[in-house]
C-alpha cells in the first residue's frame, strides 16, 4: 500500500496534539454477526471494526461538536442512525449517512481513540512504588517559575512518586499560594485556603503545637480529602521538627501480602474520623485503607489523633486494634520512609492520598519553626501536565 503523502488533517475540536502518527489505509463495510462494522486499518497493523453508532456519536462537524468550546451538541437518542456509506479521502474517513449528513473524521485521531486502548495519550505518569532508600525528586524554584520544563517535572514526579521537592526558593509569605496558583484554584477547608503552621496559643490542630506528628493524612475526616498538599518551609531554626513522609500504598501492599487479615479489617471496616472544635464538627466514617472494585488501592486515611470514638462490633475490637497498630508499625519502619529536614525556601508537595506526612517534636524555645500551606485538587495537576505537554 502506498503511503498517504497528502494527508489532511481533519479538524476533530481536540487540544491533544494527533497531527503525526499511523496513516488511516483501508475502511470497508463489514458484517460482524449479522451486525454493521465500520472496518478500519492504519499502516501500522492496527485495526479495528466500529459499530456505526459510535462513529456517528464522535461527528466532529459544526453541527455535532461546538466550534469554541469542542464539546458535543450532537444527541444520539434523536438520531436514527443507520447504516453510512464508507470511504477514504486524502487519509481521512469520509461517511454519508443515510439521512444525508456527513462526517469526516482524521486518521491518526482515530487511531489514537478507537475503542479498546484505554489511554489515548501517555501523558500522565502511572504510579510508581517507593523503593527502600527514596529521596524525592528536587526541582528549583526558578526552573519551576520561569520554564516549562521544569513545571512538568515537577508535576511528573508528583504524579509518579506523590512526593517532590522544590528548592532554592524566595522566603516570602504566601510564595506557597502564588506557586499553587499556577497550576490550580487553592482546595480551601475548615483551616482556610492558606493555613499556617507554627505553634500557637491554645492551638485547634495537632499541628499547631511543637509536639511530634506522626505519619497521618490530612483531613481525612472529610468526604472528599485534600488531595495534594503543598507545605512551604518559610523558617526553621527551632531544634528538631525534621520532615517524614511514607508511601502509605507500598506499606499498605506489603500488609495486604504479608498479613491479609489485617489488610482486610482496614480496608472493610469503616470507622469515624472526626475534627471538632467551636465552629465545626465534621465527621466521616470510612475504612483506613480504600480500595477500588478491582482491588487496587485508592485512598489511605490515617490520623490518630482525629480518630473518633472506634464503633465496631465488640468481636471485631481486639483484632480491628491488631490491624491498626500493625499497620501503624509498618509506617514507622525505616525501609518505607524517606526522612530529612526542610530548610527555609523550601517547599514539599505530596498526594495526601496515597503519601503519609509527620514531623518530629522541635522545641519552640530555641528558634522559629514557620511553615505555609495550603492544597489543590489532582484533577489540576494532571490538567496543568496535559496543558504543557499539548
Ligand atoms: C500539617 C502537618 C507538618 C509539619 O500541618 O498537617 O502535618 O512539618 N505539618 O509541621
Ligand atoms: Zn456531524
Ligand atoms: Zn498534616
Not at 47 to 65: E, F, G, M, S, Y
Not at 168 to 187: H, N
Not at 323 to 338: G, I, K
Request: with cysteine.
Amino acid at each position: 500500500m502506498a503511503p498517504v503523502i497528502d494527508r489532511e488533517r481533519v479538524e476533530m475540536k481536540e487540544l491533544a496534539d494527533y497531527s503525526d502518527g499511523p496513516s488511516l489505509i483501508s475502511s470497508e463495510l463489514i458484517q460482524v454477526d449479522e451486525s454493521p462494522r465500520v472496518a478500519l486499518a492504519w499502516d501500522d497493523g492496527a485495526h479495528t471494526a466500529l459499530p456505526p453508532i459510535w462513529l456517528r456519536d464522535h461527528c466532529p462537524c459544526d453541527a455535532c461538536r461546538h466550534a469554541s468550546s469542542r464539546e458535543r451538541l450532537c444527541k444520539i437518542i434523536d438520531i436514527e442512525v443507520g447504516v453510512p456509506d464508507v470511504s477514504l479521502d486524502h487519509g481521512a474517513l469520509l461517511l454519508v449517512w443515510p439521512d444525508g449528513h456527513e462526517s469526516r473524521f482524521d486518521g491518526v485521531w482515530l487511531h489514537q481513540r478507537r475503542p479498546g486502548q484505554h489511554q489515548f495519550q501517555p501523558t500522565v505518569p502511572a504510579a510508581r512504588a517507593w523503593r527502600e532508600g527514596f529521596m524525592p525528586a528536587q526541582v528549583t524554584h526558578r526552573d519551576f517559575t520561569s520554564t516549562d520544563a521544569g513545571q512538568r517535572q515537577w508535576l511528573e514526579a508528583l504524579i509518579r512518586d506523590g512526593l517532590v521537592l522544590l528548592d532554592q526558593g524566595p522566603t516570602e509569605s504566601d510564595e506557597v499560594t502564588r506557586i499553587a496558583e499556577s497550576i490550580g484554584p487553592l482546595r480551601a477547608t475548615n483551616f482556610g485556603a492558606r493555613f499556617d503552621v507554627q505553634s500557637k496559643p491554645n492551638p485547634n490542630n495537632a499541628a499547631y503545637t511543637a509536639i511530634e506528628l506522626e505519619l497521618h493524612s490530612d483531613l481525612p475526616n472529610w468526604r472528599n480529602p485534600p488531595d495534594i498538599q503543598l507545605l512551604y518551609c518559610l523558617e526553621s531554626e527551632a531544634e528538631g521538627g525534621a520532615s517524614t513522609f511514607a508511601d502509605g500504598f507500598a506499606v499498605a501492599e506489603a500488609m495486604r501480602h504479608e498479613s491479609p487479615k489485617h489488610f482486610a479489617m482496614l480496608a472493610e471496616i469503616p470507622i469515624d474520623l472526626r475534627f471538632q472544635d467551636d465552629d465545626h464538627d465534621i465527621v466521616v466514617r470510612e475504612p483506613i485503607i480504600r480500595t477500588d472494585d478491582r482491588g487496587e488501592l485508592r485512598e489511605i486515611r490515617f490520623n490518630n489523633w482525629i480518630r473518633d470514638a472506634v464503633d465496631v462490633a465488640p468481636d471485631q475490637i481486639e483484632d480491628w486494634y491488631a490491624a491498626y497498630c500493625d499497620f501503624w508499625a509498618r509506617l514507622r519502619a525505616p525501609r518505607y520512609r524517606a526522612d530529612f529536614e526542610l530548610a527555609p525556601g523550601q517547599m514539599i508537595a505530596f498526594d495526601n492520598r496515597r503519601v503519609l506526612h509527620g514531623r518530629g517534636e522541635f522545641n519552640p524555645n530555641t528558634g522559629k519553626r514557620h511553615l505555609q500551606g495550603c492544597y489543590l485538587d489532582y484533577d489540576m495537576v494532571e490538567s496543568k501536565l496535559r496543558v504543557l505537554a499539548r
